[in-house]
């Protein structure tokens, strides 16, 4: 995958496009040759100044120092604390989301917003348990962002399969 993305950031540089290069912590072995390519962004510059790289990676310690300290560094960490999760689930839900059953009369919005204030408390506890470790658990897992929107899509869907 090393050359490939050599080749895309070549190409990317002279016209303008971006590029993004994800879980580069797996490719140990290719971070000097990125470690290379982006020192010469400093000293000979890229042909189209719209040229953007973005790279994702977790922390690792063979991620190359040079990269981090001549780029924008972002972070996102889960908020701490239950009620800062339940806040920061509710937000990332959204109004549209709660008054999105409104279908056979508001049937569906009865269980519909009782279940997701469920499953974001769910959420929130299962965040706010990976700060005790292993303890009771067989296998560490980040119930992230992407688990909570796939949960709440199938419950979407359940609900709508309700009859009564």
Same mark, same amino acid.
């Given at each position: 995958?090393?050359?490939?993305?050599?080749?895309?950031?070549?190409?990317?540089?002279? +016209?303008?496009?971006?590029?993004?290069?994800?879980?580069?912590?797996?490719?140990?072995?290719?971070?000097?040759?990125?470690?290379?390519?982006?020192?010469?962004?400093?000293?000979?510059?890229?042909?189209?100044?719209? %040229?953007?790289?973005?790279?994702?990676?977790?922390?690792?310690?063979?991620?190359?120092?040079?990269?981090?300290?001549?780029?924008?560094?972002?972070?996102?960490?889960?908020? +701490?604390?239950?009620?800062?999760?339940?806040?920061?689930?509710?937000?990332?839900?959204?109004?549209?989301?709660?008054?999105?059953?409104?279908?056979?009369?508001?049937?569906?919005?009865?269980?519909? +917003?009782?279940?997701?204030?469920?499953?974001? %408390? %769910?959420?929130?506890?299962?965040?706010?348990?990976?700060?005790?470790?292993?303890?009771?658990?067989?296998?560490?897992?980040?119930?992230?962002?992407?688990?909570?929107?796939?949960?709440?899509?199938?419950?979407?869907? %359940?609900?709508?399969?309700?009859?009564?």
């Amino acid at each position: 995958q090393g050359p490939v993305a050599e080749k895309l950031i070549q190409g990317s540089t002279k +016209r303008g496009e971006w590029v993004c290069l994800m879980n580069c912590h797996l490719a140990v072995s290719w971070m000097g040759s990125l470690e290379k390519i982006v020192d010469g962004f400093s000293t000979q510059g890229v042909e189209d100044e719209n %040229f953007r790289l973005w790279l994702t990676s977790m922390p690792s310690p063979s991620f190359p120092v040079a990269v981090l300290q001549n780029g924008i560094k972002l972070t996102n960490e889960p908020p +701490r604390g239950m009620r800062a999760n339940l806040i920061g689930t509710f937000t990332m839900f959204g109004t549209d989301e709660w008054d999105c059953m409104t279908e056979r009369d508001g049937r569906d919005a009865m269980y519909w +917003r009782k279940l997701l204030v469920g499953l974001a %408390f %769910f959420h929130a506890v299962v965040q706010e348990r990976r700060k005790y470790g292993p303890l009771g658990w067989n296998i560490r897992y980040e119930f992230n962002t992407s688990d909570i929107l796939c949960a709440k899509d199938v419950l979407k869907m %359940f609900v709508k399969k309700i009859r009564q």
